[in-house]
């Protein structure tokens, strides 16, 4: 466990729903911590559509958080090696840490790293808020993670100095990330293609090449920590154990340079259209190289950074209701034949699994008698707070800035490049990260308009409506000119 401290002598403005307090001091104090929760072996897997147990561990999964307060005015971030925030962890942890800190709920964004080499925790996080039965070793671990995530916090606030804040970007050279959807040559669109093949006509979308970054140094000017941001799908390990991915080579790299004590706390940018697979050449990256260039490339802007000057900071939490889509009694009953052949090994094509999966979920959320025994099919999607809620989802979404230099938007769900691009482009502020799997993952994939008439894989596998992704740019530009305005009032 570690945990450093600062503080940055900056003025203070707090807005949460329209509400703006102003402090009486110039004091903003800035806090980080990081906690292991790496499962024991032969807890579930995440990342796909099978059961897999653990093996072992290649290297630690973390909880990261960054805390900003002053006084009672205060909020925080905490990224998760996981492959997603359930909202029932949200809930959980926010409460917990809030009683803990004195940090307003609200004001707490949980986010995901989306590691495929992560716990499938979202069932046993289930039965343990029901006090169901379960595998007791499972069911100490879901305790593990939440006291682990609100420790991170609360270190993290407890721990708050003096530091100084610097900002800046980085261009990612050489490229590792790729838009991962093709538009094909009868007119379709389609994931993971490669220009060997002779259909492809170009990439459906951009990609982002910037890592927005965010140091933390102390008085004396050495590096503690880094706040970086970067659109890359977290999927190159693979196999049977824990592993962070390419986020932990970028810790190891940094780390080289900073020490053993420096915090990388990554947080992922929209890219639920950007693999690492380059559609030019047959190879695809490892981790350990996407990690060690992204580092590299990082560690190289350190001394280009610029400290922030400002006398602001502001947070601002929202909730957005997404229309869900609807499950049918007969695609219900369909959806539960389709997983049982896929249980028993028989031939079920891809995009139908996935789209089974999504129904049952789909039932479990919008009905409040679901047609089928929810618990019997999923595990990855079963919700105490979702269970039941109706044709449309609620989502945080939450905005913190620090005057007119620094803002950071936390997005829910897998979330297309392009809608990240938007709110980059529309922001106010001189570096935006924008970090999607934030605060509830239940949305699966959120695809711009466009996108759901191409279809494909990330179509296939979203829970909400098109539009559904513009609902989010709109309410994030909202939020982010409503702290603007709060810096020149």
Request: charged share 20%.
């Amino acid at each position: 466990m570690r945990f450093n401290g600062f503080a940055l002598s900056i003025g203070l403005v707090f807005s949460f729903f329209g509400e703006k307090c102003v402090a009486d001091t110039p004091t903003l104090l800035t806090g980080m911590a990081e906690v292991d929760i790496t499962p024991p072996r032969g807890f579930p897997m995440a990342g796909y559509y099978h059961e897999r147990l653990a093996e072992g561990a290649l290297d630690p999964l973390k909880a990261k958080a960054i805390v900003f307060r002053h006084g009672k005015i205060s909020g925080a971030l905490v990224v998760c090696d996981l492959i997603g925030i359930a909202t029932d962890l949200t809930s959980e942890v926010r409460k917990q840490a809030a009683e803990r800190t004195g940090i307003p709920a609200e004001n707490i964004a949980l986010a995901a790293t989306h590691s495929h080499t992560a716990p499938d925790y979202m069932k046993e996080l289930y039965l343990r808020l029901g006090n169901e039965n379960q595998d007791p070793d499972r069911a100490a671990y879901i305790d593990t993670l939440i006291s682990g995530i609100v420790s991170a916090i609360v270190k993290a606030h407890t721990s708050a100095g003096v530091a100084q804040l610097k900002l800046g970007t980085a261009i990612q050279e050489p490229l590792v990330s790729f838009n991962r959807r093709f538009v094909m040559r009868d007119g379709s669109v389609r994931t993971w293609m490669n220009y060997s093949n002779p259909n492809v006509v170009r990439a459906a979308g951009p990609i982002d090449p910037e890592i927005q970054l965010l140091a933390i140094n102390d008085q004396n000017d050495r590096q503690i920590g880094m706040l970086s941001n970067f659109a890359l799908h977290l999927d190159t390990v693979g196999g049977m154990n824990w592993s962070a991915d390419y986020p932990f080579y970028i810790e190891k790299t940094l780390r080289k340079y900073a020490g053993d004590d420096f915090i990388s706390i990554f947080g992922t940018g929209c890219c639920g259209d950007i693999n690492h697979a380059n559609p030019n050449s047959k190879e695809v990256n490892k981790s350990v190289v996407i990690g060690t260039c992204l580092g590299e490339s990082i560690q190289k802007q350190l001394s280009l950074l610029k400290p922030i000057e400002s006398d602001h900071l502001s947070v601002i939490s929202r909730t957005v209701r997404l229309p869900l889509q609807g499950a049918t009694p007969q695609e219900v009953e369909r959806s539960v034949l389709l997983l049982k052949l896929a249980k028993a090994k028989e031939k079920v094509e891809f995009l139908d699994h996935v789209t089974a999966y999504k129904k049952l979920v789909l039932d479990h959320f919008t009905h409040a008698e679901p047609f089928a025994n929810s618990i019997e099919h999923i595990t990855w999607g079963l919700s105490r707070s979702l269970a039941g809620v109706g044709d449309s989802l609620p989502v945080d979404l939450t905005v913190i800035t620090i005057g007119h230099d620094v803002a950071i938007v936390c997005l829910p769900g897998e979330v297309f490049v392009e809608l990240g691009l938007a709110i980059k482009q529309g922001s106010p502020f001189r570096t935006t990260f924008v970090i999607e799997l934030c605060n509830s993952v239940e949305t699966i994939y959120i695809p711009t308009r466009a996108a759901y008439a191409g279809g494909s894989y990330e179509v296939t596998n979203s829970n909400v409506m098109p539009g559904s992704g513009e609902m989010l740019v709109e309410a994030a530009l909202s939020m982010l000119r409503e702290c603007a305005s709060a810096t020149v009032n």
